[in-house]
């Protein structure tokens, strides 16, 4: 008897991954968890310690291809309501891992702190923004962090503070963590001009991303002093297709998904695009998509 048995309220066994992602492709988790509370996730932490189970855990899967055969191990997501409160106190605001980026927006947005309106249309949990510093041309996720909360591989809450932080573009020091919540500091503003700036945020990007489209977002990261998708534009690559999946012909950052697309499709599109590109500029693409 495994001592995962413990947990089998919250387990389920080969749950297929693909509706929990934004591609909506891949194979099922060996196991898929959602603890209840923080003890209950630490608890299952060191179970799968013991018997050396990996654990992924799973935000809003916007960034995230899970290979047909699946995953082995425990796929952790942390949807319970401890883990997507949002506290907000002055200028404090603490958040839950599990809590949509686009919901933190908004609540900031609406009591006239500012900082968040400037990663409008980014998807994803803070937990899953934290990891990968997202942001865009206005700014990071990791310049209005002052703390984050997690758990080590072996169970033992943790709290770094922000000297002990570290954030690069799409990385951070955060990815051997199961972030469990972060605080974040923000600026007093006019709540009437933050909420006209995040409008004109995400209406520039609405412009010119496929939002609408099965897509993964950004499929690689910027070169230095360069952008990816003007890379793949000048090579030729929009609108190219393997199998079922496709470089968009509205931003050659982004592969879109059509019906009939395996994960296989995506990764020889990606793999093509990359020896493209290495061929053409001498340019190294690396992907900002999460493979499984």
Not at 179 to 208: C, H, T, Y
């Amino acid at each position: 008897m495994s001592s995962l048995d413990a947990f089998n309220e919250i387990l389920q066994r080969d749950e297929p991954l693909a509706p929990y992602t934004w591609l909506r492709l891949g194979g099922p988790a060996q196991y898929m968890a959602t603890p209840r509370s923080v003890e209950e996730l630490i608890g299952l932490v060191t179970v799968c310690h013991d018997e050396q189970l990996p654990i992924h855990v799973l935000g809003g899967g916007s960034n995230l291809l899970v290979k047909d055969e699946g995953v082995s191990g425990v796929v952790i997501r942390l949807t319970a309501s401890v883990f997507g409160n949002v506290e907000i106190d002055g200028n404090r605001v603490r958040t839950g891992s599990g809590v949509l980026l686009s919901h933190v927006i908004s609540e900031t947005v609406r009591v006239g702190l500012a900082g968040f309106e400037n990663l409008a249309g980014i998807p994803g949990t803070i937990g899953g923004a934290l990891c990968g510093n997202s942001g865009g041309r206005l700014g990071e996720v990791s310049q209005l962090v002052s703390s984050v909360t997690g758990l080590t591989s072996v169970g033992e809450r943790v709290v770094r503070g922000k000297d002990e932080l570290s954030f690069d573009y799409r990385q951070s020091n955060l990815n051997e963590l199961i972030i469990i919540e972060a605080e974040f500091e923000l600026r007093p503003g006019d709540p009437a001009a933050i909420a006209q700036m995040l409008k004109m945020n995400w209406i520039a990007k609405k412009s010119v991303q496929p939002l609408s489209s099965q897509s993964a977002g950004c499929v690689f990261k910027n070169p230095r002093g360069q952008r990816a998708g003007l890379l793949i534009e000048q090579a030729g690559l929009k609108g190219t297709r393997v199998g079922g999946a496709e470089i968009s012909d509205r931003h050659a950052n982004f592969i879109v998904t059509h019906p009939g697309a395996k994960s296989s499709d995506v990764m020889r599109l990606i793999d093509l695009t990359r020896s493209k590109i290495s061929e053409q500029f001498g340019v190294h693409l690396e992907p900002e998509i999460k493979f499984w």
